[in-house]
Each structure stands twice: as structure tokens, then as C-alpha cells.
């Protein structure tokens, strides 16, 4: 499975932006697809995951209410909406996929959030 991240950007505090992954190659061994983000010197962090069945979505207490993950089956692709931005949100997203029995990562997206 291959995972394309774009969409990050510099935004001021308040504002939006759209991430997107783009997955390809055995996605049909996808279980599930989420959003992970790594602010400098912090360890990696879950925001979002999305399950392929059933499309049951978590998200990180921090952004409930702020960030909506989806996906569109057909065009393989998973998206991430953020709103209300806040300046902790700035750092590398990252978009992750799990099959049965592997993870597979994206690039990363920056997302700067400036005050």
C-alpha cells in the first residue's frame, strides 16, 4: 500500500484546511485509515482513525469538534477537515493505513497554524 499525503499549508489561528491520502497498490487489505500528527520534540499522536467497514470514526480529544476525518471509497482517498485551528496543531500529519498484518505511512504534510 502507497499513501500520499497533501493539502498542509500555513494557516492563522481560526482557519481551515483540508488534508487528503491518497492510498494505492492493495487497498482492498485495508482494515482501517487514520490521521497521526508529530509536533516537534513530541512524540507521534493519533487525531483521527476511520474503519473501512463500518466507517466508524475516533478522534483525539483534542480535536472533537475541530477535525473531521472521511473517506471516498472509489477514489481511494481519505481526507481530513480542520477547522478552528489552533496554533498546537501546528507539525508534520502523517496518514497511516492498516491491513491485517502491516502499518504503512505517508510522507507527512507540514501544517503550520501562525497567531
Known amino acids: 500500500v502507497q499513501l500520499v499525503e497533501s493539502g498542509g499549508g500555513l494557516v492563522y489561528t481560526g482557519g481551515s484546511l483540508r488534508l487528503s491520502c491518497a492510498a494505492s497498490g492493495r487497498t482492498f487489505s485495508i482494515t482501517a485509515m487514520g490521521w497521526y500528527r508529530q509536533a516537534p520534540g513530541k512524540q507521534r499522536e493519533l487525531v483521527a482513525l476511520?474503519?473501512?467497514?463500518?466507517?466508524?470514526?475516533t478522534y483525539a480529544n483534542s480535536v472533537k469538534g475541530r477535525f473531521t476525518i472521511s473517506s471516498d471509497i472509489a477514489k481511494n482517498t481519505m481526507y481530513l477537515q480542520m477547522n478552528s485551528l489552533k496554533p498546537e496543531d501546528t507539525a508534520v500529519y502523517f496518514c497511516n493505513a492498516r491491513t491485517y498484518d502491516d502499518d504503512y505511512w505517508g510522507q507527512g504534510t507540514q501544517v503550520t497554524v501562525s497567531s
Open positions: 476511520i474503519t473501512s467497514g463500518h466507517g466508524s470514526t
